[in-house]
């Protein structure tokens, strides 16, 4: 079992809103797939926390800015940061555009001891900062040092509300139990807290004190994972025994290449075939170091690391961020020749492990595609243009049931089924006046007025007590002869909601066979008929 | 030359020398002619393409070929809904019969999603059997959309149900039925308009009669229907069921005289 490394992480609070040009006292929050991932102080009082929907987030603080996330963006202006970390140490990893951290065994010798070590980070990160962004914008970086990446980003959010402001220190060794009253929501694996919150597995104590075998029986690798992390020890047990041969991929280019989108693409294509060769053999990687030439022998080298296994697409992105930060960086940071190559290395092998369907509900394969689609047509035709049956309850055929937009993003995993909406009607209380079964296969988002006449030509009215004034004879819709009535029944009245005037509905109901052959669900509403719905 | 030597060893050959050697025979085995077991035709040991993909293919068992129909339908189809195909559904009362296409299949796991009919009756579709968490619902594109959008959802979901308002190109649909046959799903059309192709089976509801109801007395209870089934190659004879569209709980259930109508 490898001993968890003493890492430092630097944490750049509210990032997201910083990169994009939000002074933190302005009111403004950052969204991705319709959720926020960031909101200014003055917003955060208002109640709007991280995860929320935009609609949710918008009617607490309304006046709040409505900003689009942009990690490229991010990741560009955080670059300063980590190029002026590298005086500290040239093991700096970028967990993502904000966060990044180091171990500290090597520099904690050279500054002799934790505390100025802490002191001497912060201090060199205030200075990039105040570069970039102009003196005195930003409050300055939250630090956190502890055994392992994972405690050690937990000290840095608590760094905020530590006592000296901006560092929390945990001594080595008393790492599990620095861990142990975090709620296991910390591990972000939602699907996973949820399970564990309803087993009353609420904190990382509980999570870590329970035995390894149950847990992996119960949970597999995944929970294996979690419980490590509670533990204080790394997530996933690295891949030691047998180093398999030189997994690292690179590529050549010649002619020498200045512009960012060639470079994208191909670190798209190199992050394939990094993907690829990993997986034959069984292995992802914790972290990446991703390594550019330029003709002029300058180079640049950044250590990305994913606890969740680094992705190909996820991959490219981040190539594409560094280089995008090097590229068009301030003259004296920017290379002065165009890139010759590029190489991706990966490091800290561990077991990619198998992924299989979670057994507590979850999406099949099939409901994991279908969604994947009904997304993709979601973005070509506009939002709320994929919709999904939603039960509501009524008694009319056109209320019964609602369409609601179809889920964003990647529902695996969601605990109630692919969808979690109500499609049918639960074991409620019945709805007495409801048009009965069979329901008319056709319900008219639009009802088309028509005119329901008797034999003498009149139109049919329906009194005070639900009696109808003569016998329908002849339906006429616009123009035209109309078509015959074959037979009828009715006519049922409702009267819903007298208490609220402006939903209080009042209206007959007829079942109409015409001649036609068609039979139709008529409603007489306000002194007009409309064809409601028909039985197509 | 030497192919020559080969063709005439070829013909010429005794089939007897081919064969096992006769008991009595007294020849020492050094005049025997000479190793005949030569193999005059090369053994091609690298298998085309074409063989290498028919071995690594993964078997596909007739179930998975085809998608689940309820026992209303089983008599219009030879063995159930036969993936890649395309199927027509008209006559009054169509909607209710692609609700109960859908029923089986979706039931089974199938996703089904229903392109540009907003005006579907859902809570017949969950009467008919439809699983309405496996139903979408998607606005109608515009037309020159139209084939991206059902060309997306026939790539991943089982069934797609259209119902254009507009003219459809007999290219995009040639493009569409291509897809539908590399990823085996199936296109539903429901509606009387043109269509550029021919179906792979046109279902028409004929002969419905609404029973339940009077002048005024009673509810529509249920509506005796005929369904008749045309389509293609195998399935070219006609066949037709009569069943109960819908019988009174909403669901399609079969006639008790099967095939009087």
């Given at each position: 079992?490898?001993?968890?490394v003493r ?9 997201p ?135 050690a ?23 599990p ?75 050549e ?21 990094l ?109 709320g ?9 009524g ?18 995993g ?15 209380p ?9 329901s ?13 006449l ?30 015959g ?52 | ?9 070829d ?8 064969a ?56 219009l ?185």
């Open positions: 079992m490898t001993e968890p890492t430092l992480v630097v944490r750049c609070p509210d990032w809103l910083t990169a994009l040009g939000v002074a933190l006292s302005d009111p403004a929050v950052v969204l991705t797939a319709g959720r926020v991932v960031a909101a200014s102080a003055t917003v955060r009082a208002t109640g709007v926390v991280v995860g929320q929907r935009r609609r949710r987030a918008q009617g607490m603080c309304p006046e709040a800015v409505v900003l689009e996330r942009d990690e490229a963006v991010e990741a560009r202006w955080f670059e300063p940061v980590v190029a002026a970390l590298s005086d500290i140490t040239p093991w700096v990893e970028v967990q993502r555009p904000g966060t990044c951290a180091f171990g500290v065994r090597g520099p904690v010798r050279l500054f002799g001891g934790e505390v100025p070590l802490v002191g001497n980070t912060a201090a060199v990160v205030r200075k990039a900062l105040d570069e970039t962004l102009g003196e005195g914008t930003y409050p300055g970086c939250l630090i956190g040092v502890a055994d392992g990446p994972f405690a980003g937990l000290a840095a959010g608590l760094a905020a509300r530590s006592v000296d402001g901006k560092a929390v220190l945990v001594p080595a060794g008393a790492t139990g620095f861990l142990a009253p975090f709620p296991v929501s910390a591990l972000e694996r939602p699907d996973l807290a949820d399970v564990l919150v309803r087993l009353g597995l609420t904190t990382l104590g509980t999570l870590a004190a329970l035995p390894v075998a149950d847990v992996v029986g119960r949970f597999g690798s995944e929970g294996l994972d979690a419980q490590r992390l509670a533990r204080g020890l790394d997530g996933r047990l690295l891949q030691l025994a047998g180093q398999p041969p030189d997994l690292a991929v690179g590529i280019m010649d002619p020498p290449v200045e512009r960012i989108d060639q470079v994208a693409f191909a670190a798209r294509s190199l992050a394939g075939s993907h690829d060769g990993l997986a034959r053999r069984g292995l992802a990687c914790r972290r990446v170091v991703v390594e550019a030439e330029t003709g002029h022998g300058e180079r640049l080298v950044r250590r990305w690391r994913d606890e969740g296994a680094i992705g190909a697409a996820a991959l490219a992105d981040r190539v594409r961020w560094q280089l995008e930060g090097w590229l068009n960086g301030p003259p004296g940071v920017r290379p002065t020749s165009g890139l010759v190559r590029l190489d991706l290395v990966p490091e800290e092998l561990v077991n990619a492990g198998s992924h299989q369907a979670g057994f507590w509900g979850g999406a099949t394969a099939a409901d994991e595609r279908a969604l994947r689609a009904l997304n993709r047509v979601a973005a070509m035709l506009g939002p243009s994929v919709r999904v049956p939603e039960w509501r309850g008694r009319d055929p056109a209320e019964q049931m609602t369409l609601v937009p179809v889920p964003e993003g990647p529902v695996a969601s605990v109630d089924g692919p969808i979690p909406v109500v499609p049918h009607p639960p074991d409620g019945p709805w007495p006046g409801a048009v009965p079964a069979p008319p296969a056709a319900v008219h988002a639009e009802p088309a007025a028509v005119d329901v008797d034999a003498a030509g009149r139109t049919i009215t329906v009194d005070g007590r639900g009696v109808v004034s003569a016998e329908p004879v002849r339906l006429r819709q616009g123009g035209g002869a109309g078509a009535v074959i037979s009828w029944a009715g006519p049922w009245p409702v009267d819903e909601r007298w208490w609220d005037p402006s939903r209080h509905s009042r209206r007959v109901s007829l079942q109409v066979v015409s001649d036609d052959g068609l039979a139709r669900l008529l409603v007489l509403e306000g002194g007009s008929w409309r064809i409601a719905a028909t039985y197509d | 030359m030497y192919r020559t030597y080969v063709r005439y060893w013909v010429a050959l005794p089939s007897s020398l081919l096992e050697p006769e008991p009595f025979d007294d020849l020492p085995p050094e005049e025997c002619p000479a190793p005949l077991a030569i193999t005059l035709s090369p053994v091609r040991t690298v298998p085309t393409l074409a063989e290498a993909a028919r071995r690594v293919r993964p078997t596909t068992l007739a179930v998975e070929r085809t998608l689940p129909v309820v026992p209303a339908l089983a008599g189809f030879l063995d159930g809904l036969r993936r890649g195909s395309s199927i027509g559904v008209s006559g009054p009362g169509a909607r209710s019969l692609a609700m109960a296409l859908m029923a089986g299949a979706t039931s089974a796991g199938s996703w089904a999603a229903v392109v540009g009919d907003p005006d579907l009756g859902l809570v017949a579709a969950g009467e008919a059997g439809v699983a309405l968490e496996r139903l979408a619902i998607v606005t109608a594109p515009e037309p020159s959309a139209w084939g991206d959008v059902v060309g997306a959802l026939v790539g991943s979901l089982d069934l797609v149900l259209v119902a254009p308002q507009h003219r459809v190109g007999a290219a995009t649909v040639r493009r569409l039925m291509a897809r539908i046959r590399e990823r085996g799903s199936v296109l539903i059309r429901v509606g009387d308009g043109p269509w550029p192709d021919s179906f792979d089976l046109a279902l028409t509801v004929v002969d419905g009669s609404w029973e339940g109801h009077g002048s005024g007395h009673g509810r529509l209870r249920l509506r005796r229907a005929e369904v008749v089934a045309t389509g293609r190659r195998a399935a070219a004879r006609e066949r037709s069921v009569a069943m109960m569209l819908p019988s009174p709980d909403g669901s399609p259930v079969p006639s008790e005289q099967p095939g009087s109508g």
